[in-house]
């Protein structure tokens, strides 16, 4: 009984697999001419220009006068005519300087590309021409995993 048990768990096993094995053997990878790329990209910013305010702190310094003094100078005789000629001189004493910062603006333009999300691809394998969207610049050719006829791309 045990015997007629382990052979009929064979052949069923072996019925079984068939069909699976089958399917693997009609399953490979091939490589697909690549007829036309299209750029699938986000409508969001697409080409447009935003303008933002870029703000900075500038020092800005000050001079503060002190007190101005008038003082006046020796007497200079003017040996031609005998007159005695006054002179004073104007002086600033105790001036000070200081430093402080003002935010000053300005508008500056960002130009907004358009980001690439995708790739529309159509390639032709075997007399046929497919389409799908993956996410990177195939170039001039593609890897397609061929399943039983039906063909996609492998990425």
Excluded at 129 to 142: A, C, E, F, K, T
Aim: proline fraction near 5%; glycine fraction near 6%; charged fraction near 25%.
């Amino acid at each position: 009984m045990k015997r007629v048990n382990l052979v009929a768990i064979a052949v069923l096993g072996t019925l079984l697999a068939g069909p699976a094995l089958a399917r693997y053997e009609n399953s490979f990878f091939d490589y697909a001419r690549v007829l036309s790329v299209d750029r699938v990209a986000t409508q969001a910013g697409n080409g447009e220009n935003v303008i933002r305010e870029d703000c900075r702190q500038e020092p800005v310094d000050q001079h503060h006068p002190g007190m101005v003094v008038q003082r006046e100078l020796p007497p200079v005789v003017d040996e031609a005519t005998g007159e005695r000629i006054v002179t004073t001189r104007t002086e600033e004493v105790d001036g000070y300087d200081t430093r402080s910062y003002q935010e000053r603006c300005s508008a500056q333009t960002e130009y907004r590309q358009p980001q690439t999300v995708a790739f529309d691809v159509v390639y032709r394998y075997n007399h046929q021409d497919y389409h799908d969207r993956i996410g990177h610049n195939p170039g001039s050719r593609v890897r397609v995993h061929v399943d039983n006829g039906y063909v996609e791309i492998a990425e």
